[in-house]
């Protein structure tokens, strides 16, 4: 049994910066893919970047290509996301996900998840 819980949000300017944190608990979170999805009012929720267990592996939304940045430090049970010149559009509820095996882009891939992390960009 996995555990997730969310940190780091709050409201920033566009074009500034935030890093949220996803803090792990229970004996499973070894062998994990962990991924951060968002969701923003009257939107579906969608896939923002994912990361492998063994390699380090790391995957992104196109829109956010060389803005953000996922990492997990394994001894600390923790997963990252660095988030740099935001844009009103990243405005959304943020969650961390975990699943055994490889990083999926689908939401119904990850059977656990944080309760999410508001992060509002203002223009």
């Known amino acids: 049994q996995v555990q997730l819980v969310e940190s780091g949000g709050g409201l920033v300017q566009a074009g500034g910066s935030l890093r949220l944190s996803c803090s792990a608990s229970g004996r499973t979170f070894s062998q994990h893919s962990m991924g951060w999805f968002r969701q923003a009012p009257g939107k579906e929720r969608e896939f923002v970047a994912a990361?492998?267990?063994?390699?380090?592996?790391?995957y992104y939304e196109d829109s956010v290509k060389g803005r953000f940045a996922i990492s997990r430090d394994n001894a600390k049970n923790t997963l990252y996301l660095q988030m740099n010149s935001l844009k009103p559009e990243d405005t959304a509820v943020y969650y961390c996900?975990?699943?055994?095996?490889?990083?999926?882009?689908?939401?119904?891939?990850?059977?656990?998840w944080g309760q999410g992390t508001q992060v509002t960009v203002s223009s």
């Open positions: 990361i492998t267990w063994i390699t380090g592996n790391t």
């Open positions: 996900a975990a699943r055994r095996g490889g990083t999926s882009s689908s939401k119904d891939a990850y059977g656990y």
